[in-house]
């Protein structure tokens, strides 16, 4: 088996200042590094995906930032994906980016059998858990993704962390390493 790190890229469904999700991953990505993988933040805005449009499509084909998603998936042994919650379900700058990434002839094709993570965060009690699952059921069903079985919602996320950055609660911090162990186990396993 090789021993070099795992390659670990983290994402967030939100890029707002301040963003809760990115306060999550960022979290996640400490324990990541604690645990000795190489990881590597995605940011969905830098992209620049337009809203997906099937003219726009026809028109320009896919935009770049699905080959780079695309890139970034195909480089990383596993991944972390952080939701916010609206109306239930997760963030449109999820949801379009991957949409784009399966309008790529390849896109599903770097997707498919890669050990993903979610968790999910929200000021609200429960968490973002309702997007999650919602997510899981995308990127199992559209992109055959390897979603792991543990995941995490963080309630009330906006009095979840402490000054360093971690989840302040000791039983969410371990829950949160829980997760990031089972993501890079099941990535070492595969590669
Ligand atoms: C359009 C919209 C819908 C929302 N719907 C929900 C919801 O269904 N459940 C929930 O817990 N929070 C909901 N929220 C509140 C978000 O959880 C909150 O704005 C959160 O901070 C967004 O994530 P972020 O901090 O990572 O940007 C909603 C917010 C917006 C803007």
Do not use: C
């Not at 963003?19 to 645990?35: F, I, N, P």
């Not at 199992?140 to 309630?155: C, I, K, R, S």
């Amino acid at each position: 088996m090789s021993s070099a790190p795992l390659k670990l890229l983290l994402i967030a469904g939100s890029a707002r200042h301040g963003a809760l999700s990115v306060r999550l991953r960022d979290a996640a990505r400490r324990v990541a590094d604690g645990a000795g993988a190489a990881t590597e933040v995605l940011d969905l805005r830098a992209l620049g995906l337009p809203l997906y449009d099937g003219d726009l499509e026809v028109a320009q084909g896919v935009p770049a930032g699905a080959t780079a998603l695309r890139d970034a998936i195909a480089a990383h042994d596993a991944l972390f994906i952080v939701t916010p919650e609206y109306n239930g379900f997760p963030t449109p700058l999820v949801i379009n980016a991957f949409d784009w990434l399966s309008r790529l002839k390849d896109g599903t094709a770097v997707s498919a059998g890669k050990p993903v993570a979610l968790l999910s965060s929200s000021p609200g009690m429960l968490g973002g858990l309702r997007a999650m699952n919602f997510l899981r059921q995308y990127l199992q069903m559209a992109f055959q993704m390897l979603v792991l079985p543990p995941q995490q919602a963080v309630g009330r996320a906006n009095e979840a962390f402490a000054a360093d950055g971690a989840l302040a609660d000791p039983k969410a911090a371990a829950t949160l390493d829980g997760v990031v162990h089972a993501v890079l186990k099941e990535a070492a396993l595969r590669r």
